[in-house]
């Protein structure tokens, strides 16, 4: 009896000890979960800041337009410029010079051109509105738009180019087959960054505005790595 009364109570102790270590084997696993999704989360945010700083480390570091001496001026080209003060070298990338962007005379059927010299590969597209310091009217025989306070920038655009100087131009397009309309700006800082769906070959590039707020004011760079 005294030895089943022992064994009974061993067993007691340690179905006791069991639960106490599934008690805690519990605790700490939704310990782990809540440090899990910590992690999760903090990994989340550091790849948001990474996303974030890779864009803006390719645009500094893989435009061609952003220093003249990589492409000088008269080898960015357009359609029209309302004046000098708007011809297609202004248009480059965070440049302040001038009007402050490339604006066309007229918007219908306008394009800004880059010659590279050469065939690059281009991977991508960053493009701004009008520089948010500049101050010279389109125009200066006009007045200056009270509606828009020139808060001018392209919304939307298209993409074409070409190898050679005498060949045809070629649109940028979609996996899918149609020409591609990429997404422009919602201010007149801001970079926006349009990766292509696949780089392209080229030595001539061409941007057509096709959405724009206010007038159409670009400034641009083509991405090459």
């Known amino acids: 009896m005294i030895v089943t009364s022992l064994l009974i109570k061993s ?3 340690s179905d006791d000890q069991i639960k106490a270590l599934k008690k805690e084997k519990a605790k700490y696993k939704e310990d782990l979960t809540a440090v899990n999704d910590k992690i999760t989360g903090v990994e989340d945010k550091i ?6 700083s890779s864009d803006e480390f390719i645009v500094k570091n893989c435009g061609v337009l952003q220093l003249p001496s990589h ?3 008269e080898k960015i080209t357009a359609s029209s410029w309302s004046n000098n003060a708007f011809s297609p070298h202004h248009g480059r990338l965070f440049s302040s010079s001038r009007g402050g962007a490339w604006i066309p005379k007229t ?3 306008a394009w800004i051109q880059v010659d590279l010299g050469r065939i690059e590969k281009i991977h991508g597209i960053a493009t701004q509105g009008r ?3 500049a101050t010279q009217p389109p125009n ?3 007045r200056r738009s009270s509606s828009s306070n020139d808060e001018w920038w392209v919304t939307s655009y298209s993409v074409s180019y070409k ?3 005498g060949g045809s131009f070629c649109n940028v397009e979609d996996v899918s087959g149609p020409s591609l309309t990429f997404k422009g700006n919602t201010d007149r800082n801001t970079v926006v960054l349009n990766k292509l769906p696949n780089p392209i070959n080229a030595r001539y590039v061409r941007i057509y505005p096709l959405g724009h707020h206010g007038r159409v004011a670009l400034r641009f760079d ?3 790595c």
């Open 163 to 165: 190898t050679d100087n």
């Open 107 to 109: 918007n219908k059927g």
């Open 11 to 13: 067993l007691t102790e």
């Open 71 to 73: 492409i000088t001026d």
């Open 47 to 52: 790849q948001r800041l990474l996303s974030a």
């Open 222 to 224: 083509l991405i090459t």
């Open 140 to 142: 200066t025989h006009q």
């Open 131 to 133: 520089h948010k310091f």
